[in-house]
């Protein structure tokens, strides 16, 4: 005969009190996926705040370099367009000379612009810095004077003659012949007060071809190293070119 074990409401109770007990220390990891982040400490919450302010600070230091970069670059450029007027075409070596109009009846004739002093035409005393071997077997002898049919390097145009003289002494202190002349010695439309920097040695055409090349890249090497030496020089040389003088 079996005999069922009769039931201890005292022993049932102490086991539930037991089972209660040993629930309440369980890890809350057992009791929901995000219970772990209970368990962090504080000082961590707050050293990944710091992170992210510092992360957000050196964004906005980041960023606002870029944009000032940027500006200056603009500004840059817009300096550069102010102090280089743009350059007449080259004249076609074809092209015919156009006479000076005649003055209307009763209007009085244009003043012709003054002819160079003795002085403007001697070319400056003593040699001149050597070029090294960039140049090396061009004769660079200023001319006395413009000589119709050979090739003049044409460095820039300006319209104040004190920019001009400062493009002209730059270029006779690197070694090459410069002068100032009036741009109306290549271009009978220029007006009064343009002046051209030219280099004042012609080349016929074999010279030209040979060296011609080498001669505007010297100039223009020149120009960029004399605006990046003075910010306020008033030009950088961007834009020389050969004319054949009339």
Not at 3 to 17: G, L, M, R, T, Y
Not at 106 to 135: E, F, I, N, S, Y
Not at 147 to 160: H, S
Request: aromatic letters at 6%.
């Amino acid at each position: 005969m079996h005999i069922e074990p009769k039931a201890d409401p005292a022993s049932d109770h102490a086991v539930a009190q037991v089972f209660h007990a040993v629930r309440g220390r369980m890890p809350e990891t057992a009791r929901g996926p995000l219970a772990f982040l209970q368990r962090v400490p504080p000082i961590a919450w707050a050293a990944v705040a710091a992170a992210v302010v510092i992360v957000a600070i050196l964004w906005a230091i980041a960023y606002g370099a870029g944009r000032s970069s940027t500006q200056r670059e603009q500004q840059r450029q817009l300096i550069h367009a102010a102090g280089n007027p743009p350059v007449s075409p080259p004249l076609s070596m074809e092209s015919p000379t156009t006479s000076p109009a005649l003055p209307a009846p009763g209007q009085a004739p244009a003043v012709p612009d003054p002819a160079p002093t003795a002085a403007d035409q001697t070319p400056a005393a003593g040699p001149q810095p050597p070029l090294g071997g960039r140049l090396a077997g061009i004769d660079l002898t200023p001319d006395s004077s413009l000589q119709p049919g050979l090739n003049y390097l044409l460095c820039g145009i300006f319209k104040r003659a004190s920019d001009a003289e400062q493009a002209e002494t730059f270029l006779k202190s690197k070694g090459l012949p410069a002068k100032v002349v009036p741009a109306r010695e290549f271009s009978s439309s220029a007006s009064a007060e343009d002046r051209l920097v030219i280099l004042q040695k012609g080349l016929d055409r074999d010279a030209y071809r040979q060296h011609g090349d080498r001669l505007k890249a010297e100039v223009q090497k020149l120009g960029r190293l004399w605006k990046a030496e003075n910010r306020r020089a008033p030009t950088d040389f961007a834009q020389p070119y050969w004319d054949r003088y009339r």
